[in-house]
């Protein structure tokens, strides 16, 4: 009898080991990092280059950002448009695009436009052939009121189809540029 009782003794302390490992949770497909600024370098034929800067240096939250430039538009105009997005809180900076590359079937840029007469075309894939949006083309209409231009960044691992909603997943930056059209 008593050698049942240690290994009933014996088998409830196993059990009760047991319960009280620590489970560990699947780690997210990469580690959110600190999203500082988004350059914008617009290209036409025939204008001078024109970049465009959001920054926020200590990122999401905090302080207000300290710059927010508005993007100025030729009417009639087609401009081709480079986005890279960086981390400036480490030293050096780091061009978070080149993850955002990495992890294209996970993440897609979405380009808004509100009150201004503007389209946006992502002409850049991931490798299932779906929109990233680091490269786009933007078709300027004519002379319009100032606007703006939401600008999102969404992480949906798993989720991404082709025309997925602006809303799909969740936003690892998202703001707005003002917006003008001029001559």
Request: hydrophobic content about 35%; overall charge negative.
């Amino acid at each position: 009898m008593e050698s049942k009782l240690k290994l009933s003794l014996a088998m409830l302390l196993l059990l009760g080991w047991a319960a009280c490992k620590k489970v560990e949770t699947p780690k997210e497909e990469s580690e959110h990092e600190a999203i500082t600024s988004v350059r914008l370098i617009f290209s036409a034929s025939g204008l001078t280059n024109d970049t465009v800067w959001f920054r926020d240096p200590d990122g999401d939250g905090g302080n207000a950002p300290t710059q927010l430039d508005t993007i100025f538009l030729n009417a009639n105009t087609s401009y081709q448009v480079k986005t890279s997005i960086w981390n400036e809180t480490k030293t050096p900076a780091e061009d978070m695009s080149i993850k955002i590359i990495e992890e294209a079937d996970a993440h897609e840029l979405f380009y808004l436009p509100a009150n201004v007469n503007l389209s946006v075309s992502k002409t850049d894939k991931d490798s299932k052939g779906f929109p990233l949006g680091l490269e786009s083309t933007w078709n300027v209409g004519n002379v319009g009121a100032s606007g703006t231009l939401n600008f999102k960044l969404m992480h949906k691992p798993g989720l991404k189809t082709s025309n997925d909603s602006p809303s799909l997943g969740h936003a690892d930056i998202d703001m707005n540029f003002p917006v003008l059209i001029q001559n």
